[in-house]
């Protein structure tokens, strides 16, 4: 087998040793996006599924310079289903998804790879920031109905709630912490990861799948990390932030997910009890480069596989 030319490229030192891996972006009208998170990414194996775009993302990301695999269905499928369909196509290699608002380099890649391989982890996220250089809280606990009354109502203003909301958070260091949950902008999920638990449930059509998967995570024993020696830019606007907008069909998802999520978890939503021990620093080793240079399928239970578009 011929080796791929951007294993020994000078800009990713240490990725000979570590697994081959492919970087998957679901994307939905993100024409204004896609291109910025593609030039990052010039050295990796990317995977673009466009659930029917009518902006011309997919034709922005086929422009891509020769590195870029695009997938265009038919309908928008949702996130889960088109992030499986990645998964599938991925074949035996590593997975890590990207959204297309997102900017990451090949070396906070590295960094994660090492981290899941040190570490035994099912998903290792980055730390995430805003555009601004301000930190997103982008791992949190499992989603209780406390933190949820205390996050979305007034009683988030009351001692109780401001109690609530303390809790609502994964301590933030400059090394790997466990965390319940972390967001889907960025993942790296080892491919045994993806053989043990699954894909994403494609019951979840908006919001609500990467709790889940996180969740699946823990309970197989794999725990889930937020790599804080590392970093993304994630350009975030949920759409779903008008609460109780239900002419929204954003919030009408958020809503169904959190129905769907108590259903199928109700010790922890109901009790508010942790998944993740919240230890101050996993032990783990960085890099050489990483510390040389300071740089920051199968389906879930809900349904088959997804091959659609495939």
Known sequence: MSQDPKENDVTRPCSAALPERRVIIVTYNSGQDIAACLSALSCEDVLVIDNASSDGTGDIAADADG??????????????????????????????????????TSDVIDQLAFTAQRTGAGIVAPRLLYPDGSVQQSARPFPSVSRLLARRTSMGRSAIGRRWLGDDLTPFTSGPVESDWVIGAVMYLPRATIETVGGFDEQFFLYGEDVDLCVRCWRAGLPVILDGHVQATHSYARASKRTFDFRRPETRHHWVSILRLARSYPREFFTGMPLARHVPEVAVDRPEHQRRTGNAVPAGPGRESAQTGT
């Open 67 to 104: 590195f870029v695999k695009v997938i265009r269905n038919s309908a928008n499928v949702g996130f889960g289903v088109a992030a499986n369909q990645g998964m599938l196509d991925a074949k035996s290699r590593d997975v890590v998804l990207v959204n297309p608002d997102v900017r990451i």
